[in-house]
């Protein structure tokens, strides 16, 4: 079983497909830890991840 992260968290929902998507797109999903449509990941929050979620804001939905 993963470990909880440590600190604040935000959760990241992939929403939407990934084809027809930039590649630099894709990596920024697959980054995150997204594998498919609905896949929901937590993540600490950190300036890394959230640049990474303003990529591709389109793509995903975040939870407090």
């Given at each position: ?26 990596a920024c999903v697959r980054g995150l830890g ?13 300036p890394a991840v959230r640049g990474m979620i ?11």
């Amino acid at each position: 079983m993963a470990k909880k992260p440590q600190g604040k968290t935000i959760k990241v929902t992939l929403v939407r497909g990934l084809i027809g998507t930039r590649p630099e797109h894709r990596a920024c999903v697959r980054g995150l830890g997204l594998r498919r449509i609905r896949h929901t990941v937590e993540l600490v929050d950190t300036p890394a991840v959230r640049g990474m979620i303003k990529k591709v804001a389109y793509l995903v939905r975040c939870e407090g």
